[in-house]
């Protein structure tokens, strides 16, 4: 299934994959604030949710560039309308707190 070149396929994989890496992100910082690895007071390793949503999103570059190896165009276009989806979405949910440091 992963093999076929759809944009259906795409979109799927482009809405799972950031769906699943924040949820791994996130859970990933929790672990290491209740191990107390990780002090939440700490600016320099202190990770907002707008900035694991980012780098969630950007983990739709791992089945885009696996795609884009296999020469699956359509699945490509899948994958990146769902990144645009979700950069329209982050940008709408955050622009309230882009000026904030």
Known sequence: MLEKDSILLGIILGLCVPFVGFATIKMFFEQLASMELLNPEMRTIFF?????????????????NIYKKWR??????????ATFVYVFAWVWFFAA?????
Do not use: W
């Not at 907002?48 to 885009?64: G, Q, V």
């Not at 699956?72 to 309308?81: A, E, K, N, S």
């Open 48 to 64: 907002r949710e707008r900035t694991i949503a980012i780098l969630a999103i950007c983990l739709n570059l791992i089945p885009f």
């Open 72 to 81: 699956f165009d359509q699945t490509m276009r899948g994958v990146l309308f």
């Open 97 to 101: 707190t882009m000026g904030q440091g």
